[in-house]
């Protein structure tokens, strides 16, 4: 379980988080949804330590943090997108990196064949299509066998097959009991995998429990018509 | 921390950079041999000149001594001594016609003749310092040599000749440009290429290598890794080692097989005569030169690696951890060091850039001996280390 409390920053003098406290339980999925420019991926880069925020308290399954900052990072798992893959190197190269640096049992090839990945496994990532990366990008998640996975638009640049099988992929982790927070825009595929919603909207987070309900017209709701009207 | 190791040495080895350093490590040492294809090697007549002018000056020296009518005894002392002096060049002179002569069919034996006439004529320069006659001493001003009429200055060239005639090795002097590949390398180190411009080749390198993650944003990936930040530090450094040393033995293996096809291979036993204390004389031999220079050179690299990594925890910039590393050579530099007090110059590392210098004692600072350089160079090291690992555990940020 990730518990966080107290979690404010700023950037500059322009506030992105005041005071922001959740939890997340082992095996949900959870959906991270706010406009461009809001901090969803500040958000994701503070759990991580990649911003400093010292006064916070951030846990996970009982590790602290600022206290035991590798033993935390052990058990998740984070890359911004797919331009902080290493251009030279290979798919290949990578996963078994991860594997290497997360002590993990997965079975690369096994990860490969089950994202369709076999043809370019071996391919240079400057070599990949967009499509191609993000899938290289999932497959470090799955390798990693993180506890908890921070995943920050994971759809940009999918075909519709390919959203499906992430969709898939993001179902099998969750019954695993990994933890999943997902930044997107795609507000029907949060709908679909999401147990909940973070709607991050003045610098706060406002968790919405998913019951089916339509998840545009809440984003609409919550963001657009507010805005709108100011 | 070997995952680590290999993963950077996965990510830096095929790098575009490694090629251009290696391609500006072999230029550098392969500027005197570029200068002999282009143009004939001189020595030969260079020497010959300096030993003409020596006698020459010897001998218009002779000619109005000797339009002295009814000189004194002193005149006459001085008179005699001249024809002693023109005696011995004389005779230098004459064996170093013979590699002229289109007769001579011993070209290494008339090189050593030459040469043992030199030691006499070097010999006698000693023994008249020796009993303070040094009024009116005509030392041989060799082209690219120091001309050093102290004692210790003639114990040097006796020693230097001494043990060319003894080993029966063909003097190289420091010009000659297509010397053989033993000569030319240790020369490039010795003469021709500033070991501070061999630093500040390593600095582009550490300044490449310590900046492209944060460069290129891959930063955030190692950052998130759950492995200590001083190992990945430590990794790096340990890239730029296995990279970079092998990149510089293999500019200078390219540069000695370019002059031994070229030229000769030499000898490994050719003296480098220097004196570590400032009174007693003492010998090297060149293989003897390369790997004190190599260690030395390496030990500041590893002082500048230091400087680097510690410059990119701070800026991610190529141009600030290269201006950076650059700022802390020039530092090195004689014009910067002789204001340093002499007693406070042996423990700082910019004593020890001028690799050459310091393993000859040639420096204007006292240099207690190499292997101290060394120690105060990874002393240095360790401490800018130290503050690596103080900075990496408060922000566990790299």
Redesign the interface.
Known sequence: MLTVKNLTFAFHDKPILDNVAFDLQDGQVIGLVAPNGTGKTTLL?LL???L?DAKATIELNGVSFHQH???Y??Q?????NS???????TVK?HLE?VK???KSKVDIQKTVAELGMESYFKKKIKNLSLGMKQHALLAMYIVSDAQTMFIDEPLNGLDPTSIQLFEQIFAELKAKGKTLLVSSHQMDSVGRVSDSVFFLKDQHIHDVTNAGQDMMALYTQTFLQEAGHA | MHEQIAFDLKKNWRATTNLVILIAFTLLLLITYFSARSTADQSDNDNYGAYVNADTKIQNELSKLQEIKNPDAATVKKLQKRMKQHEYLKAIVLAHTDLENVFTTNMTDARLNTEKAVLAYERYTLREVKAGRTKGLIVIALPGKKTDKTLLGRQKDVAYYEYLVKHKLVEVPATKKDAPANNYIAYAFLYNVSPLLLLAVFAVQLGQLFTIEKRRGTINFLNIVPSGKLRLLSARMVSFLVLTIPLFLVAGGIAYAAAAKSFEVGSWDYPIVYSADGRTVSIMNIGQFLVMFVLLLLAVAVFIMMVSALVSLYSGNLAVNIVASLAVILLGAPQVMAHVPDALARFLPTAYFQANSVILHETDWTIPGIGFGVVVLLAWSLVLYAVCTAILRRRELI
């Open positions: 880069r991580c330590g990649l400093p900052r590798t033993a990072l052990k998740l798992f984070f890359l911004e331009n902080q893959l290493y251009a030279d190197l190269d990196y290497k640096m997360w």
